[in-house]
């Protein structure tokens, strides 16, 4: 999820009975990124989910 919409990633989780529901960020926007700056967004999206996905 790109910065710019998780506001309405929130809403939508409120909406779906799942509030505070975690979700991983990164800059926005993509559309233009440059490749290195791609895989640096791809390296914080690993950093951010790593905590998420394994905890007990």
């Known amino acids: 999820m790109t ?3 998780v506001s ?3 809403m939508m989780a409120r909406v779906l009975g799942m509030p505070g529901y975690k979700f ?3 800059g926005h ?3 233009n990124a ?6 640096a967004y791809a390296r914080a999206t690993i950093a951010q989910a ?3 996905l ?3």
Do not use: K, Y
């Not at 440059?34 to 895989?39: G, I, M, N, R, W």
């Open 54 to 56: 394994l905890r007990s």
């Open 50 to 52: 790593r905590p998420l």
């Open 34 to 39: 440059s490749d290195a700056q791609l895989a």
């Open 24 to 26: 991983v960020t990164i």
């Open 3 to 5: 910065a710019r919409f």
């Open 8 to 10: 309405a990633a929130e």
């Open 29 to 31: 926007p993509i559309s």
